[in-house]
């Protein structure tokens, strides 16, 4: 049997870093006054920038960049591995990289599977999102659409 301890691993931080334990993230850099919840699952290759909460229970897949004061809600998925032959893909290569823009907001329950959401987004809770964001909005659905431009 073989266990690996959950903890804080190989994370470069900024200024003013919060985590609560327990908590697993490694490999990543969290900004200056960045918050992170208990549960929070981040992997390596992410950023987590400035002024950025990550509430409990968020699980953020690896290589995705978070912009700059985003707020994201409990319960929260990325998911990078698209199955786009219908199964785990084991090669990191053929998965996507996600880029949020500054001050998005994600609702607590989303999930995202999309390489993009642009500043200024709103993810309402529960929406799935599928396409990238484009368009300064508030989203809610599954799939999560356009409704009402900001």
């Known amino acids: 049997m073989k266990i690996i301890e959950s903890g804080v691993?190989?994370?470069?931080?900024?200024?003013?870093?919060?985590?609560?334990?327990?908590?697993?993230?490694?490999?990543?850099?969290?900004?200056?006054?960045?918050?992170?919840?208990?549960?929070?699952?981040?992997?390596?290759?992410?950023?987590?920038?400035?002024?950025s909460r990550v509430q409990s229970h968020t699980f953020i897949c690896e290589n995705v960049i978070l912009g700059e004061y985003?707020?994201?809600?409990?319960?929260?998925?990325?998911?990078?591995?698209?199955?786009?032959?219908?199964?785990?893909?084991?090669?990191?290569?053929?998965?996507?990289s996600i880029l949020i823009g500054n001050n998005v907001t994600i609702g607590s329950g989303a999930t995202i599977l999309t390489p993009s959401i642009c500043a200024g987004a709103v993810i309402g809770a529960g929406?799935?999102?599928?396409?990238?964001?484009?368009?300064?909005?508030?989203y809610a659905g599954n799939p999560a659409r356009l409704i009402r431009a900001l």
């Open 70 to 96: 985003c707020f994201i809600g409990h319960n929260v998925s990325f998911a990078n591995d698209l199955f786009k032959g219908g199964a785990p893909d084991p090669d990191a290569g053929n998965w996507i």
């Open 127 to 138: 929406s799935v999102v599928v396409k990238p964001i484009t368009v300064k909005g508030t």
């Open 9 to 51: 691993r190989d994370v470069a931080t900024g200024k003013n870093v919060t985590i609560v334990m327990p908590s697993n993230i490694y490999g990543c850099t969290l900004e200056d006054d960045v918050f992170v919840g208990p549960f929070v699952e981040i992997q390596k290759g992410c950023v987590i920038g400035k002024g």
